[in-house]
């Protein structure tokens, strides 16, 4: 099946630094990728869906200065958390899809720790 | 907006026990359903899916049926193993290009 690359799988930052998280579709081209937030023994939020070549779409209450989405290709797509704090501590995922495909591919996942 | 509930756990089943994990939705129009597993420190993979009403979706053992009548996509799978212990998801992808979870089972198997 696809594949759909995160990097790093684990960051540890200092509070006030900014951490940036790609994601890459190593075997399809990722018209639409989605960016989402976990939380401990919690579902995935879906924080924002971007298209290669244009803005993201933010959920509503995620902060889009804050959580600076690129999609400048059709195979990485990268999650830019700005001036970390210990509250931004959380497992991020990426998911990836292809253009008229129901099905998205996910990364393997982020562990972000701010200190 | 489209939304997903399933039965929250977690779910403690002994070895070869059958299983089922519940899942409605709530969509306008026709979604396709999904199931996936995430593992401990991992990120999601796709179980099983179903496109349209009666699909049904199987891989290793599971299946789902896209019931639209009762808006249902429950998960089963005859006889569990310990290697299947995993948080399982329900989701629906719907016309506006998302992807929405449920919050997700969590599933025990004891040897």
């Known amino acids: 099946g696809a594949v759909v690359s995160q990097h790093p799988s684990r960051v540890i930052c200092k509070s006030g630094t900014s951490v940036k998280i790609e994601c890459r579709s190593l075997d399809f081209q990722a018209t639409t990728m989605f960016w989402y937030r976990q939380f401990p023994k919690q579902s995935l939020m879906l924080m924002a869906t971007s298209n290669e070549g244009s803005k993201a779409t933010y959920e509503q209450g995620v902060e889009k200065d804050k959580f600076l989405i690129n999609h400048a290709s059709l195979t990485l797509s990268t999650l830019t958390v700005t001036s970390a704090h210990p509250e931004d501590s959380s497992f991020y995922i990426c998911?990836?899809?292809?253009?008229?495909?129901?099905?998205?591919?996910f990364g393997q996942g982020t562990r972000l720790t701010v200190v | 907006g489209d939304s997903v509930t399933q039965m929250e756990g977690p779910v403690t089943l002994s070895e070869e026990a059958f299983l089922t994990i519940n899942c409605t939705y709530t969509?306008?129009?026709?979604?396709?359903l999904f199931w996936y597993v995430q593992y401990p420190g991992e990120g999601l993979q796709l179980l099983l899916k179903?496109?349209?009403?009666?699909d049904k979706g199987s891989n290793k053992g599971f299946e789902a049926t896209y019931r639209k009548e009762t808006t249902s996509f429950h998960l089963e799978k005859g006889s569990v193993q310990v290697s299947d212990s995993a948080v399982y998801f329900c989701?629906?992808?719907?016309?506006?290009?998302?992807?929405?979870f449920g919050k997700g089972t969590r599933l025990h198997i004891l040897p």
């Open positions: 179903a496109t349209k009403a009666d």
């Open positions: 989701a629906l992808s719907g016309g506006d290009d998302k992807i929405i």
């Open positions: 998911s990836a899809r292809q253009f008229m495909n129901t099905e998205a591919f």
């Open positions: 969509a306008t129009g026709y979604p396709s």
